[in-house]
């Protein structure tokens, strides 16, 4: 591993992937983007982050997500998350990296 950081510790499963890098931890739980982000014990976020969806001035719950780990090593991690827009042929899918440094890219995509 280079640099001063720790490896990654994951745990996933079902739809919940919560990791622990260089003293912060992000928690994704039936969601495409994280839900919760702390710093040692400090909450970061004042809520969990949103993404929402309108359809016809209506708004879509995302429902029936499928998550999957793809890669995992001490320096990174990678998942895709899929979810459905609730009443909607539209599919949303999310490909995230979290690196060892606590960076995150996520990568989204509409599917009608």
Do not use: C
Not at 42 to 66: C, M, Q, R, S, V
Not at 71 to 77: G, T, V
Not at 85 to 108: C, H, M, P, S
């Amino acid at each position: 591993m280079k640099g001063p950081w720790t490896p990654i510790v994951l745990n996933a499963q079902d739809n919940y992937v919560k990791a622990r890098v260089w003293g912060r931890e992000y928690l994704y739980d039936h969601a495409v983007l994280p839900v919760s982000i702390k710093s040692g014990e400090e909450e970061l976020l004042n809520g969990p982050i949103a993404l929402n969806a309108y359809f016809d001035g209506k708004k879509a719950g995302w429902t029936d997500f499928f998550t999957v780990v793809q890669e995992q090593d001490e320096e990174h991690i990678s998942f895709s998350v899929a979810a459905r827009a609730q009443e909607e042929n539209v599919i949303l899918n999310a490909r995230v990296r979290l690196d060892a440094d606590g960076f995150i890219w996520t990568d989204l995509a509409l599917i009608p």
